[in-house]
Structures are given as C-alpha cells and as structure tokens.
Nanobody, 120 residues
Framework: QVQLVESGGGLVQAGGSLRLSCAAS??????MGWFRQAPGKEREFVAA????????YYADSVKGRFTISRANAKNTASLQMNSLKPEDTAVYYC???????????????WGQGTQVTVSS
C-alpha cells in the first residue's frame, strides 16, 4: 500500500504562486502526478512526472505556468504553480503509480486532496 499526503494549498490572488508538495510512504512509487477537481466538474489531469524526473507531462491549460518535479530520495513530488488564475481553483489531488500511464489515466493511488483557491 502507498499513502500520499499533500500540503501547500491555500488562498492566493490571481497572478500569484503556490507550491504543492506530496509525500509518499509505504513503498517506493515510480511515477507521480496531480489531478484537480473544481466544484461541479469532473476530476482532470494536471501534471505528471516519471521516476527519473526527465519525463514530465502537462495539461494544456497549465503548460508554461505549472512545473512538476520530484525528489526521489524523499519519495516526494512538488507542483510549482505560477500565474494562477481563478479557474485554477479546485481541490488538487496527488496520485502515484507504477507507470506514467497508470498515473495519467487515474489508475494509481490517491491522496486526500488540498484546496487551492485563486481570488480575482
């Protein structure tokens, strides 16, 4: 089993920045990522990163603004979010899995989520 704990959410004004972190415990996870779910909407993919960190994947809506990275020694992944917009408001969920495909298709393990609110 894998346990994922997110941190770093909060309230920020439009144009501001936040950094989310996700710590995995239980066993080593090879790929990690983030999804988000806004009120009344389905959960959607945001970003993912491979074990080596060299493979990163982003939703078109966040490309150029968000950066995902990981620190394998700490079994963690981070999501740096810049130029935030009100439409980025959502609960952000960390996910992890054996493969990048498992992560990007929402077939991995899940954290409990952290709220990000961007005010206009």
């Amino acid at each position: 089993q894998v346990q994922l704990v997110e941190s770093g959410g909060g309230l920020v004004q439009a144009g501001g920045s936040l950094r989310l972190s996700c710590a995995a415990s239980g066993r080593t996870v090879y790929s990690m990522g983030w999804f988000r779910q806004a009120p009344g909407k389905e959960r959607e993919f945001v970003a993912a990163v491979t074990w080596s960190g060299s493979g990163t994947y982003y939703a078109d809506s966040v490309k150029g603004r968000f950066t995902i990275s990981r620190a394998n020694a700490k079994n963690t992944a981070s999501l740096q979010m810049n130029s935030l917009k009100p439409e980025d408001t959502a609960v952000y969920y960390c996910t992890a899995g054996e493969t990048i495909n498992a992560v990007t298709t929402a077939q991995g393990y899940w954290g409990q989520g952290t709220q990000v609110t961007v005010s206009s």
